[in-house]
């Protein structure tokens, strides 16, 4: 049997993190075989590559859009080859947070060309897609505010705890973007409103994994 390969998607914010957890959880208590993972970090290599990405360097340098871009890819890269494609190939259902819409979105925002991201779209996966993703959307006002708080309330030393109009302005990109695949790509991406309580908008979510996982013959209710 083929794995299921599903993605979830969202701005910063939209209550990802939960429902990927609560997702997981439910699929782990029904005993599938199952692989949750992340991008960017999903490997060994990969969380080297994260930390480049995410990390404030102490010299202050910043990565240029290309080379950001090419360090995403490389961890998409290794991540497919180490993990992905091989659950799939055991039938497994992998769930990731984050995958190609998340580079689409936020670097095509930063002005990376269309061109680009077909490229190395190309190389690194294939022709391979996700059988469903699930994109929880937001408006980056009300979703950063949250980012906000809980940073605060974190204490955390190098996260935001104020974003600026610039920073609103590219995640509002961002979501434009994100808007945008789910309209292109009715039949695999599932658009689901994340301002709704935590438990509607699970149930949304179920309403597409549920069906997904019943046809690829993993029984279900
Ligand atoms: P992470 O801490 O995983 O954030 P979140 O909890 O919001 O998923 O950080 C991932 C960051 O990297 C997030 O800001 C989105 C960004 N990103 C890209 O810009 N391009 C990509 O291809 C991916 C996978 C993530």
């Given amino acids: 049997m083929q794995g299921v390969f599903i993605t979830i998607e969202g701005v910063e914010g939209s209550g990802k993190s939960t429902q990927l957890l609560h997702l997981s959880e439910r699929l782990r208590r029904l005993g599938l075989p199952l692989v949750v993972t992340k991008e960017p970090g999903g490997t060994a290599l990969g969380r080297e590559i994260r930390r480049l990405l995410l990390e404030r360097h102490g010299s202050g340098e910043t990565w240029c859009a290309e080379a950001e871009l090419l360090l995403f890819y490389a961890d998409r890269a290794q991540h497919l080859e180490t993990v992905i494609r091989p659950a799939l190939a055991e039938g497994k259902v992998v769930l990731v947070d984050r995958f190609e819409d998340s580079t689409r979105a936020y670097q095509g925002a930063s002005g990376v060309a269309e ?49 600026d109009e610039a920073e609103l302005d590219f995640h509002r990109r961002v979501r434009n973007r994100f808007l945008a695949i789910a309209q292109n790509h009715p039949n695999r991406v599932a658009l689901i409103p994340a301002r709704d309580p935590v438990d509607q908008v699970e149930a949304a979510i179920w309403l597409r994994v549920a069906p997904l996982l019943r046809n690829a013959g993993f029984g279900v209710d």
């Fill in 115 to 163: 061109s680009s991201l077909d490229r190395l779209s190309e190389l690194v996966l294939r022709g391979l897609r996700p059988h469903l993703t699930i994109m929880l959307d937001m408006d980056p006002e009300t979703s950063l505010q949250r980012v906000e708080v809980r940073n605060l309330s974190l204490g955390a030393e190098f996260a935001e705890t104020r974003f």
